[in-house]
């Protein structure tokens, strides 16, 4: 089986994946910190591996950046794959003053500028959410590795070069953490297919004071990441 986006056949993806945007952290990850690694994707260079993390099957794939993106990818890996947990990992801005650099933000619920939430038809918003039991111990496994984490509201926006440079300042008045391009998307698919999704980025840049990492930062700051990730799935596979 295969879809317009994905060469895998079905079983190739473990029921956990993680998906970071960049495909070529994907292979990082398969490269340094699974085993017995087999490719699975390469359809449009959206490199995907499944491999083993302390004899747990994991898989990680790039889902490229905003929802329309997240949306395809998630969307197929649930439908079509069996995929039953979602671990979003990537970058964010800062919209308030007391995140650091380097600080990990777990996505507590996702607000959104885009249009996504238009296909269900209702006359409001459907707010978008993870599943509580990855939330509360991605933040237990942070602790434990002594990585600085909030828990919060972050933004899931459509535009990354924005016409008013200042548009930024409103969602920061709401109390929103950060400003990411997938969260929404991930957790509304999550929610139709009845499986479990979390999002959680690193700040790497912050739109209040302007500072954002160097190249080589971000990649040992998305580490960072990708041990929480990994952790949660190694807890998980326990509890099941």
């Known amino acids: 089986m295969s879809t317009p986006h994905l060469e895998a056949a079905f079983g190739d ?3 956990t994946i993680l998906l970071p945007g960049d495909p070529l952290r ?6 340094e910190l699974l085993t017995e690694v087999k ?3 390469q359809v449009r260079n959206m490199l995907g591996f499944t491999g083993y993390y302390r004899g747990k099957r994991v898989s990680v794939m790039g889902t490229g950046m905003g ?3 997240m949306g395809i990818y998630s969307s197929e890996l649930i439908r079509f794959y069996g995929v039953k947990t979602l671990i979003r990992i990537g970058t964010a801005g800062a919209l308030q003053g007391h995140l650091k650099l ?9 607000s959104t500028d885009s249009n996504f939430p238009a296909q269900f038809g209702l006359a409001g918003h459907i707010s978008a959410t993870p599943d509580f039991s990855l939330l509360r111990q991605a ?5 434990k590795l002594s990585i600085p984490y909030q828990a919060g509201t972050v933004v899931s926006s459509d535009v990354f070069y ?9 969602w920061q008045k709401t109390g929103a953490l950060c400003i990411e391009m997938e969260a929404y998307a991930l957790y509304q698919n999550a929610r139709l297919g009845g499986v ?16 954002q990492l160097s190249a080589a930062e971000r990649q040992e700051s998305f580490r960072d990441l990708a041990r929480i990730a990994l952790e949660l799935i190694d807890y998980e596979g326990s509890n099941n």
């Open 13 to 15: 993806i473990a029921e």
């Open 162 to 170: 924005h016409m008013d440079p200042d548009q930024w300042k409103k």
């Open 26 to 31: 994907a292979k990082l990850i398969a490269d």
């Open 102 to 110: 380097r600080d990990v933000v777990l996505a507590q619920a996702a």
């Open 67 to 69: 929802m329309p993106s």
């Open 39 to 41: 490719k699975i994707n």
């Open 139 to 143: 933040s237990h496994i942070a602790e």
């Open 196 to 211: 479990k999704a979390l999002a959680m980025n690193v700040i790497s840049d912050s739109l209040v004071t302007g500072e």
